[in-house]
Each structure stands twice: as C-alpha cells, then as structure tokens.
C-alpha cells in the first residue's frame, strides 16, 4: 500500500541557510502535518492543513513557514537554519483532520552544522 | 490542555515475558481520541491502534492487547510474549476537541533481549 513519501530523507545544511522538506501524502488524503522530532524527544506538532487551508498551527517558528498544494503534497520551508534546528522532521496524512489515525512517513533526518 | 503523561521511561525483558506499557491522558474534552504509535531503531513511526472516548471495549490484535479505563484516564499496552522485534520507542498520543494535532507522551523505550 502507498505510504506517506517524504523528501530528501538526509539533509546537511550550514547555519543561516534555508532547506526545503517535501511530503507527498497517501493517495485520498486531505490533511497534512508537520512534526519536528528532536533526539531523545517525541514529536512536537508544527503545523497543519486540510484541504490546502491551514488547520492548526503548535511551536512552528517564524523562521518556517508550510503550504499545501493543489495535488495536496506539502512543503516546509526552513529559513535562517539554527543548529537547534538539528532534528528528524515527520510529515503525516490522515483522510479527515479530526477524527482518523495518522499515518507518518520515514521523517527527514535535518543537520545543521 | 491536553497531556499525555508515559511514567515508565525504559523497560527491559527478556523474550517471551508479557510487558505492560501505561498511559495516562488528561483533557477537558468529552470527544477525544487515544493512539499507540512504535517507533523502531530506523526512526519510523508507526501506527498501532485508534480509540475513540466513547467506545471502552479493549481490543485485542495478535500479540497486544489495550486496557482503555476512563475512570482512570488511561490507555495501557501489553505486549504478550515479547520478541526482540518488539524492541522500540512506544509513543501514547491524543488527539482531543476540535484540534488536528496529536500531543504526544514522552515514549517509554522498551528492549527485549534473548
């Protein structure tokens, strides 16, 4: 079955520069979210669309900023990288933003050095 | 608010021993929903089970097991017959009210080892 595809899985970046995290959810799903995993931690929700509308929004920094597409995959843009930044970042999809399990893909693994 | 509180940071056993892995959760929301999610060693996180406020029958799928108790607030998951498979970080969350989001517990780290 198709799951939640999340790209790049690895990504090095320096302080101060930007990154782009991209998330294709399940066929027929409308709701996307963003979780930021750091280590050692469990996942802090950043934020959320459904239907191309944002949702609901947790401790998403200023410095990032999300959209969803018309073909409902999602980006993440990251801007001004800290090192705290440093974490795996998961990308979810659920058919309805209320009431059904998520389903999260593989996570990026994000450096910042 | 919502909370999800995992008092049992790690666990160890030995293969085929039964573990039992709590969660206790906290809203003020009548409608709400509870989840177990495992992630192994690769990172991944994936889901075991849904449940919703207004449905308290345990369930049972091959080798685990759920204890939902309102009048307690708690969630518990038992593993029986533990393999060495097993061996992950187990996430309780909740999703309550209106929200989207999934508050997450803390994770208890079980290791299974022969």
């Known amino acids: 079955a198709a799951g939640v595809i999340q790209s790049p899985r690895h990504l090095i970046k320096e302080k101060r520069e930007t990154a782009t995290l991209k998330c294709y959810p399940i066929?027929?799903?409308?709701?996307v979210y963003w979780y930021q995993q750091g280590p050692g931690q469990d996942p802090q929700f950043l934020i959320s669309f459904y239907e191309k509308m944002q949702s609901d929004k947790g401790s998403i920094p200023d410095r990032f900023s999300a959209q969803q597409f018309s073909d409902y995959h999602s980006e993440l843009n990251m801007s001004s990288l800290e090192l705290g930044d440093s974490a795996l970042y998961f990308c979810?999809?659920?058919?309805?933003?209320?009431?059904?399990?998520?389903?999260f893909g593989q996570g990026t693994r994000l450096t910042v050095v | 608010a919502q909370k999800v509180t995992q008092a049992q940071t790690e666990i160890s056993v030995v293969e085929k021993e039964d573990v039992t892995l709590d969660c206790v959760y906290e809203?003020?929301?009548?409608?709400?929903?509870l989840f177990w999610y495992k992630q192994p060693p690769s990172g991944e996180l994936v889901f075991l089970i849904r449940r919703n406020s207004f449905d308290e029958q345990n369930e049972i799928s091959g080798r685990y097991s759920w204890n939902f108790q309102k009048s307690t607030s708690s969630f518990n998951f038992t593993i029986t017959a533990s393999q060495v498979v097993d061996s992950a970080v187990y996430f309780c969350?909740?999703?309550?009210?209106?929200?989207?989001?999934?508050?997450f517990g803390t994770g208890t780290r079980l290791q299974v080892t022969l």
């Open positions: 066929p027929r799903h409308d709701t």
């Open positions: 809203t003020r929301d009548t409608t709400y929903y």
């Open positions: 979810a999809s659920s058919l309805s933003h209320l009431r059904t399990e998520a389903f």
């Open positions: 969350a909740l999703k309550a009210g209106t929200a989207s989001k999934l508050t």
